[in-house]
């Protein structure tokens, strides 16, 4: 274990355990400051002089929000922050400073988000109906001021590494009950059982598959098929890692009351309340609260048993990081102006954020030539009678292929530099691309003896 994760670690338990006392402030201004002020400190300790980026970037994002249109804000912040995050913060040696920590680059990441985020939902509020049933025109952006922005962006519950959460959820969780009510201990609690069994496996298998061994010459020297299968072993040790991590993070805001809503609202990741008017409702009843549900599916980050058990990759994706998924659906996908380019787009704005290896792009950009065959082969799942031998074999074929793929990309990411990961894939002919192609190929020639056309009615 590095030094950056026992940073990380630590700070996330001692984030974790001062959940109980900021859920004890009762005044919504106190909570804020608290929330903040410890943001600041957690911030500190984690990156030192470094700090002097997310405040920067925080306070020109403020200026950005509070003085310019909601017709510009949202392009003019999204330019801004990740032309800082790209440009600057991540080429800092260019400029004659340092380069950024682990928890420093990990604390501007989520900033990049949260900042950018808070200005189109301004715009989306500025241009919503006042019946919107999502709820654009919460409350919380009648009046968002400069020190809000500060407010929303330092709050110290997803500062270090998430969940992505919007500013009506901060908001939500400082001004409406449902925080204080929820089951805080009960639902934290299983995530950290989660967490003991993902940090054994990480710790027992991480031994003895390490990504590191990918760019030994040792490894060069073992046969094809073991280069092949090491992907699967590594891969697990990479996912046990990702799992505990968001797991702990998310206990951070569960803990603080961040997320918290009413069930019978159709929660989602990142979005919150998918009826937002039924919450609203619901707020300013007091009795009605006493008997609803509380979740915190709004800060869930992470489906593990969705991505295992699932049986192609399109939904192993949305099930992988999911709030940081909608965020890149919502910002990214849904507003860029040209149809066909959106999903390259989407998958080159998550590598660019991501950083500047090479092995960031051969893994997420790659996903776009996986797709095509894989929906392929989904049609032919779904045109299966339930529980017949086709589906099964259908099912097995999908969920082994998402497996491979994933595992298989993976390997990029764990290496990061391109020679290693050309070293890597050459060293196995390049099989997972070779496969998809041929995969792609066999799919589109089956698929007018598999697929059933629609009938057209007469008349």
Excluded at 81 to 99: E, K, N, P, V
Excluded at 229 to 252: D, H, N, Q, T
Excluded at 364 to 390: G, R, T, W
Aim: aromatic letters at 18%; one cysteine or more.
């Amino acid at each position: 274990m590095s030094w950056d994760d026992i940073v990380y670690v630590l700070l996330l338990l001692f984030c974790i355990g001062f959940g109980h006392c900021y859920r004890e402030i009762k005044d919504p201004l106190a909570k804020q400051w608290t929330g903040t002020g410890v943001g600041f400190a957690v911030a500190f300790l984690a990156t030192g002089s470094q700090i002097i980026h997310p405040i920067f970037v925080t306070l020109v994002n403020a200026v950005i929000v509070t003085r310019l249109s909601w017709k510009q804000c949202h392009i003019v912040s999204f330019a801004f922050t990740f032309f800082y995050l790209l440009g600057f913060f991540r080429l800092a040696d260019w400029y004659g400073l340092s380069l950024p920590s682990g928890p420093g680059n990990m604390i501007q990441m989520m900033l990049t988000l949260k900042l950018v985020g808070l200005a189109f939902e301004i715009n989306s509020a500025a241009t919503a109906p006042a019946d919107d049933p999502s709820g654009a025109k919460s409350p919380a952006f009648d009046k968002v001021g400069f020190i809000d922005v500060f407010h929303y962006g330092f709050n110290y519950a997803g500062l270090l590494t998430g969940p992505y959460y919007r500013y009506r959820t901060y908001w939500d969780s400082i001004y409406r009950p449902f925080a204080q009510i929820a089951d805080h201990w009960g639902v934290t609690l299983g995530k950290l059982k989660e967490i003991a069994v993902y940090s054994t496996i990480y710790l027992l298998l991480g031994y003895y598959y390490p990504s590191e061994y990918f760019l030994a010459d040792e490894f060069m020297k073992r046969s094809f098929w073991y280069r092949i299968w090491y992907i699967y072993p590594s891969f697990l040790v990479f996912k046990m890692r990702i799992y505990a991590g968001m797991a702990l993070s998310e206990c951070v805001c569960t803990m603080a009351g961040v997320g918290a809503y009413p069930t019978s609202c159709t929660t989602i990741s990142g979005l919150g309340p998918k009826n937002y008017q039924a919450f609203e409702n619901l707020s300013k009843n007091p009795e009605k609260i006493k008997a609803e549900d509380i979740d915190f599916e709004t800060i869930h980050n992470i489906n593990t048993w969705g991505v295992e058990s699932c049986t192609n990759v399109r939904v192993a994706m949305k099930m992988w990081n999911t709030c940081t998924q909608y965020w890149m659906a919502a910002y990214v996908y849904k507003r860029f102006p040209h149809k066909v380019l959106r999903v390259p787009v989407t998958f080159l704005i998550s590598a660019l954020w991501h950083g500047y290896y090479a092995g960031y792009y051969i893994c997420i950009c790659s996903v776009v030539f996986y797709l095509p065959m894989d929906d392929i082969y989904v049609k032919f799942y779904k045109q299966s009678k339930e529980n017949s031998l086709a589906k099964k074999g259908w099912g097995f074929m999908g969920w082994f292929m998402k497996t491979f793929c994933m595992s298989y990309l993976a390997a990029s990411f764990q290496v990061l530099k391109l020679r290693d990961a050309l070293n890597y894939y050459g060293s196995v002919y390049y099989v997972g691309q070779v496969l998809v192609a041929v995969l792609y190929v066999i799919g589109r020639i089956l698929q007018p003896y598999i697929l059933v056309k629609p009938k057209v009615k007469e008349g």
